[in-house]
């Protein structure tokens, strides 16, 4: 079992930064793969990056590859959304989740997930 808690949303300019945290318990946080998904209102919950366990293979949506980074710790059991550049489209509630397989884009394959953290950017 694992339990995230996101936390370091907040509203911001276009071209502005935030950085958001996951902070995951349980003791087996560094087996799992992990993920950042996003949701907007009225749309589909979307894919945004992924890490694996060790943190050597990172998958990012071309919507923001080049400007978002994911990153972990598994001695303090945290996960790490950088993102850069931000822009209005970017506003969404953003979620961390696990996967007990390799990073993957498929929300499917997700067993756990936060509650959110809401990022709103304006133009």
């Known amino acids: 079992q694992v339990q995230l808690v996101e936390s370091g949303g907040g509203l911001v300019q276009a071209g502005d930064s935030l950085k958001l945290s996951c902070a995951a318990s349980g003791r087996t946080f560094s087996s799992y793969g992990m993920g950042w998904f996003r949701q907007a209102p009225g749309r589909e919950r979307e894919f945004v990056a992924a890490?694996?366990?060790?943190?050597?293979?990172?998958h990012y949506a071309d919507s923001v590859k080049g400007r978002f980074t994911i990153s972990r710790d598994n001695a303090n059991n945290t996960v790490w959304l950088q993102m850069n550049s931000l822009k209005p489209e970017d506003t969404a509630v953003y979620y961390c989740a696990a996967t007990r397989g390799g990073p993957t884009i498929e929300r499917k394959m997700y067993d756990y997930w936060g509650q959110g953290t809401q990022v709103t950017v304006s133009s």
């Open positions: 890490i694996s366990w060790s943190g050597i293979n990172t």
